[in-house]
């Protein structure tokens, strides 16, 4: 965090109500939505080819650690 955001924090948000934090926090987010801003960084996001691959590893772990004669309690 920087010093200017950090000094904000201390001398003023930390004085507001938990309703003005949250409206406050609102206030921000609905402004960065409306300014269509590029910062969220997607090059960590999961293709669709990472979450086959990841639903299919834990299918085969599942199916590892329970074995076809054992009965799944409902």
């Given at each position: 965090?920087?010093?200017n955001?950090?000094?904000i924090?201390?001398?003023v948000?930390t004085?507001l109500?938990?309703i003005e934090?949250?409206?406050?926090?609102?206030?921000?987010?609905?402004?960065?939505?409306?300014?269509?801003?590029?910062?969220?960084?997607?090059?960590?996001?999961w293709?669709e080819q990472?979450q086959?691959?990841?639903?299919s590893?834990?299918?085969?772990?599942?199916?590892s650690?329970?074995?076809?004669n054992e009965e799944?309690a409902e």
């Amino acid at each position: 965090m920087s010093s200017n955001a950090q000094e904000i924090y201390s001398q003023v948000i930390t004085n507001l109500s938990p309703i003005e934090r949250l409206r406050l926090a609102t206030m921000i987010l609905n402004d960065l939505v409306q300014q269509n801003l590029s910062v969220i960084d997607y090059s960590d996001t999961w293709t669709e080819q990472d979450q086959l691959d990841l639903a299919s590893f834990s299918l085969q772990y599942a199916a590892s650690i329970f074995p076809d004669n054992e009965e799944i309690a409902e």
